[in-house]
């Protein structure tokens, strides 16, 4: 139990003793006291003026009198109108050092076999082209909420949704059988993925160059997408897909293998992993047979035309497709289908898409359909809508090439932590192999941090170069202050230094200010995984690595001539480095052990 759940405590029994009222902890309001005022603790009063019918300054001080005579947190009080400002007592600030010193798993709880079960779904590629920007805020975001859930309690499954089905895919198979005289990986050295998403690309040059083609005969740009007989061509490869012809499926079975070798090296180095993956192709019959169930038991209806459709219109919104009038599905009937396979593996408690904001409608219909479809956590789906991410010279468009590819990101990000690390000759007593490891950690981290950092819910703009810098809020200061404490933990350890229990000792400002910075991270770890926000994980830690470099640049470890004062500083900066990298590891984001 921390400072604050303990003082939460303390207040509970004060208000009881005091006026006789019940309140619960989590109802206590405490925040850091402003720095403009004595105190390290501010409990706000308000709440408890309407039934205690005092003045908020008498209920002030009645609590901070109770508090220092029944308890051995308080030192003293002071009251500013509302507010009573606690100072603790130092035995206590004491204590909780040694306290997180000492648990090994400080700031998360472990998964116990009572534990809910958490399903998240992240990525959800196209298997006709690579990995792009957009997936790798989606990846970052659904990995690293995954890992927050985890450091919550809870159980988790990660699960990811391959869109290996539908006209796209068909454009990169027609393409390829076209214009690709027989390349694959092995003959052009091109990971799968690349290569196949360089087809989609080539479907798009032929079939805008024959749209042309029509329209300079006089056809309006209607009539050429309707006479295209390349899209023609797409379109009869499905059908034959969808009719299981042999020849179509083998060609889809050894392209979409290329694509997923591909995939998995990205996911690799990207840092990322799942539990389960499901394919729309096996999925979309399961979402077709659960819409049939449905219009059996009048949940969804069929029109005139032979379609199928859910009216919502008494839950607020409009009528739905699920089937279309040919029997074809659509996607809301694939998720349908992939929820009940999901539901069949795993005891589902909550379930969590991570997917970007211009689907929220379509997962607020989807909550409803599940709901009346009787999944149980249906109603209760969580969206998790994110914004977009664009690179500062603008938006990205795959059919056209212009993608930024995830791999090529990840390269440029690592050769641009090779150029920093070299113009300020961090890395000159490392080894080649050392060098390229951490430049792959820096790089990576920067790219990460500066993703995770930003409100989820918020449009943002990755900046490569602002991301790589070794000062301000981003990954790689915080890399170079977490190996720079481990470096002076190094050298104690080399002089035969050994941290032991602090005890009776008086502490400096900054000493408190850092404890009480560890203290708060319980609590940071268990309201980002209420809000599902990295950000206020990644955030937290940047302020704690201020929090330490301001400590540090005043307060002396290895050259402090007093050596229980050099223990106690010894032991805040084990803390300080165990917090950094517990944190960092929930954004998954390696921390080097030099720099």
């Not at 308080?74 to 507010?83: E, L, M, P, T």
């Not at 289908?337 to 999901?342: D, E, F, Q, V």
């Not at 926000?533 to 005043?554: G, H, M, R, W």
Request: charged share 25%; with cysteine; proline share 3%.
């Amino acid at each position: 139990m921390n400072i604050e759940e303990n003082i939460s405590k303390a207040v509970v029994d004060a208000v009881k003793s005091l006026y006789g009222i019940e309140v619960a902890e989590n109802g206590i309001q405490l925040q850091k006291t402003k720095s403009d005022f004595e105190g390290d603790i501010t409990l706000v009063v308000f709440p408890f003026t309407k039934t205690a019918r005092k003045q908020p300054e008498v209920i002030g001080n009645e609590i901070g009198q109770w508090l220092t005579e029944n308890t051995d947190i308080v030192d003293k009080y002071n009251v500013i109108k509302g507010f009573l400002n606690l100072s603790i007592s130092k035995d206590n600030w004491i204590s909780t050092l040694n306290n997180i010193y000492n648990d090994k798993k400080y700031g998360t709880k472990e998964e116990t076999p009572e534990s809910p079960l958490m399903m998240i779904e992240y990525s959800s590629p196209n298997t006709n082209k690579p990995l792009h920007l957009g997936h790798v805020r989606n990846n970052l975001l659904g990995y690293s909420i995954s890992q927050i859930q985890k450091a919550n309690g809870w159980k988790v499954v990660k699960t990811n949704i391959v869109n290996d089905r539908g006209i796209h895919i068909c454009k990169s198979m027609l393409a390829w059988l076209k214009y690709g005289n027989g390349e694959t990986p092995a003959s052009t050295g091109m990971k799968g993925d690349h290569l196949i998403g360089k087809y989609y690309v080539e479907f798009d040059k032929h079939y805008k160059a024959e749209l042309k083609e029509l329209q300079a005969k006089g056809m309006s740009e209607d009539e050429a997408k309707a006479n295209s007989s390349l899209m023609k061509e797409a379109q009869a490869m499905l059908l034959k897909w969808e009719q299981n012809d042999p020849e179509i499926r083998s060609l889809w079975q050894m392209m979409n293998e290329w694509v997923y070798a591909g995939f998995d090296e990205t996911y690799k180095r990207l840092g990322v992993d799942f539990d389960k993956i499901y394919y729309e192709s096996n999925t979309y019959l399961e979402g077709k047979e659960k819409v049939e169930e449905g219009l059996k038991k009048g949940i969804f209806y069929r029109r005139e035309d032979g379609s199928v459709w859910a009216d919502l219109t008494s839950d607020g919104l409009d009528e739905k497709l699920l089937l279309r009038s040919d029997g074809t599905s659509v996607y809301m009937t694939q998720d349908i289908g992939t929820a009940k396979l999901r539901y069949q593996d795993y005891p589902i408690d909550k379930m969590v898409y991570v997917v970007g904001n211009e689907q929220n409608y379509h997962f607020q219909v989807l909550s409803l359909l599940l709901d009346k479809l009787g999944f149980k956590w249906g109603k209760e789906l969580v969206h998790f809508s994110y914004g977009m991410v664009e690179l500062p010279n603008g938006k990205m468009k795959s059919r056209e090439g212009t993608v930024v590819d995830a791999d090529d990101l990840m390269d440029g990000m690592i050769e641009e932590a090779a150029q920093t690390s070299a113009a300020l000759g961090k890395l000159e007593n490392c080894t080649k192999e050392e060098i390229d490891n951490i430049n792959r950690m820096v790089g990576l981290g920067a790219l990460k941090y500066f993703i995770l950092k930003v409100d989820p819910k918020k449009n943002m703009t990755f900046n490569p170069e602002e991301s790589i810098d070794f000062n301000g809020n981003t990954g790689p200061f915080i890399q170079y202050t977490c190996a720079r404490i481990k470096s002076i933990l190094r050298k104690a350890s080399e002089q035969g230094i050994e941290v032991k229990e602090v005890k009776g000792i008086t502490l400096q400002e900054k000493e408190v200010s850092l404890i009480q910075n560890l203290t708060s991270y319980p609590s940071i770890v268990e309201q980002a995984g209420k809000d599902f926000s990295p950000a206020l994980i990644a955030n937290y830690v940047y302020d704690l690595v201020k929090e330490y470099n301001q400590f540090y640049q005043t307060s002396p470890i290895l050259k402090e001539e007093n050596a229980e004062t050099m223990n106690m500083r010894l032991m805040l900066s084990a803390c300080t480095v165990k917090v950094i990298e517990s944190g960092m590891s929930l954004l998954g984001i390696e921390m080097p052990e030099k720099m």
